[in-house]
């Protein structure tokens, strides 16, 4: 979106997208995953590791991550292997799994917070009763990849998002596997998201026997 030319306060007003690098954020690599994860153990941030593991696993948008409510997550004295969440944007339930790295990270985090299960898993350190917003958790994901020398332009809370799918589709090849675990509604939604080309499909068909 550029600057209207009937509005005179615009004049001489940068477009907001100036200098900055816009279109879909890259996913993170196994490697790199494990990188953040070292580096948010050594520093002893349970709490991010927590965050970060679940942003993982769950390939949910920031802002239905942040409201997820520690009742979703939790059975008895336990972490769920699975759960679902209604996505903000499109109403639609979406479910995913919660692995077990990410169900001792969660663990850990909930033993040391506490709260019922009607708190949220990630609290705002701000707003009582309220969680994390999604402008600190934006800025949470920019250190977390600053730490291991990638570069935040090129990397956001989307990128999370888009890891495990992207990871999943290398091995597999099925969109439709992947439509249903972002919550699409459309498989060329997912085509799109994944950035799958030409050469993909090519490889796809070429590996598919007859």
């Not at 590791?49 to 802002?63: M, V």
């Not at 708190?119 to 009582?128: G, H």
Request: charged share 25%; hydrophobic share 40%.
């Amino acid at each position: 979106m550029g600057i209207s030319q009937y509005n005179p306060a615009a004049a001489g007003r940068p477009a907001w997208n100036a200098d900055r690098q816009v279109g879909a954020k890259r996913a993170l690599k196994v490697k790199q995953i494990w990188s953040i994860r070292f580096f948010l153990d050594r520093e002893g941030r349970m709490r991010d590791r927590a965050l970060f593991d679940l942003a993982i696993d769950s390939k949910l948008r920031g802002c239905d991550l942040v409201k997820i409510k520690i009742g979703t997550l939790v059975a008895g004295p336990t972490i769920r292997t699975g759960s679902t969440v209604v996505q903000q944007k499109t109403g639609r339930p979406v479910q995913f799994e919660i692995t077990a790295d990410t169900r001792a990270s969660l663990l850990a985090w909930l033993e040391r917070r506490g709260g019922t299960m009607d708190d949220f898993v990630f609290p705002s350190r701000i707003a009582v009763n309220g969680h994390l917003s999604t402008r600190q958790y934006a800025r949470l994901d920019d250190e977390w990849v600053t730490a291991i020398s990638l570069t935040p332009e090129e990397y956001g809370t989307h990128s999370l998002r888009r890891t495990k799918a992207s990871i999943i589709y290398k091995a597999a090849g099925n969109l439709r596997a992947i439509l249903i675990l972002l919550g699409h509604s459309k498989i060329e939604n997912t085509v799109r998201y994944l950035g799958v080309d030409f050469d993909d499909a090519l490889s796809l068909s070429e590996a598919a026997e007859m």
